[in-house]
């Protein structure tokens, strides 16, 4: 392979998977590099209310994109579908939602 057929070849980039890591790089820091990459993944956030008690950090974190009902549970807005300027604090959610509750996908 002849160093200048580097240009013409397609660079296929793997879906992101989101598990929240026991070790390693955050989803968070995946999605900072891709970002500095100028990729951006279209990035939907789902609420288990199963799951959900209530702490409404996700809210105070991210009004815009979260809502609580009058029991204080969460739920998306805008069938949580995140602007990409939003993703940080989307991610920012997640990350301190302290029941495991909130799940990112690709939109
Ligand atoms: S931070 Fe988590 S547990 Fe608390 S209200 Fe939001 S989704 Fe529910």
Redesign the pocket.
């Known amino acids: 392979m002849k160093s200048s057929d580097c240009a013409r070849t397609p660079v296929r980039i793997e879906r992101a998977t989101y598990v929240r890591p026991v070790g390693g790089v955050t989803q968070g820091e995946i999605r900072f590099v891709l970002r500095q990459l100028a990729i951006v993944i279209d990035m939907r956030v789902h ?1 288990d209310q199963e ?9 105070a974190l991210a009004p815009d994109l ?1 809502e ?1 009902d009058e029991y ?3 739920s998306t807005k805008n069938d949580g579908v995140v602007p990409p300027d939003r993703q940080e604090a989307a991610q920012l ?1 997640v990350d ?4 495991y ?2 799940t990112v996908t690709d939109a």
Not at 51 to 59: F, L, P
Not at 96 to 99: D, F, K, L, S
């Open positions: 609420v799951k959900c008690q209530g702490h409404n950090r996700c809210v979260f609580v204080g549970t969460a959610a301190n939602c302290p029941e509750a909130i």
